[in-house]
């Protein structure tokens, strides 16, 4: 998002540096001048918002969330319910990744990356790792 993000509201834990909204989009050419100013969000779930619209999910996107995922210093990644369940279906065997990633409504358009509190910071206590889910096909 532009200058770390725009927001109007609802974005506190962004205050203490340890939280960053990622556009969940990737787009094929190099954005203008005007598009980088001013970006539209890309919502990637349906209107009825039970799963995501599959025209404009891809495996990319699903990258971009597994990478942020498996690095150390991410401890969660919030997305919304639609996206958590895409991730899963298409998750294979290498599932543990997505204990990091938790379903949170809104979400619909980008990922919210919370960062592991610096070594050094006295005050910061990290949250635990969250416990391994269950697949479950239905």
């Known amino acids: 998002m532009p200058a770390g993000g725009r927001f ?3 974005h506190a834990s962004h ?15 190099r ?3 005007a598009q980088l100013l001013r970006p539209q969000a890309l919502d990637l779930v349906s209107r009825d918002g039970k ?3 599959p025209s404009r999910w891809s495996s990319d996107i699903a990258s971009l969330i597994k990478l942020a995922a498996q690095d150390n210093d991410v401890t969660r990644i919030f ?7 895409q991730l899963c279906l298409d998750a294979g065997n290498d599932r543990d990744w997505l204990r990091k990633v938790r379903p949170w409504f809104q979400h619909r358009a980008h990922m919210h990356v919370r960062l592991r509190c610096p070594a050094d910071s006295l ?3 990290d949250q635990p790792l969250p416990p391994a889910g ?5």
């Open 31 to 33: 954005w203008s001048q």
């Open 79 to 85: 997305v919304n319910p639609a996206i958590k369940q």
């Open 134 to 138: 269950r697949w479950m096909r239905r």
């Open 15 to 29: 205050q203490t540096g340890l939280d960053v909204d990622i556009f969940l989009q990737l787009p094929k050419t």
């Open 8 to 10: 109007n509201g609802g």
């Open 51 to 53: 799963h995501v619209v």
């Open 123 to 125: 005050e910061c206590e």
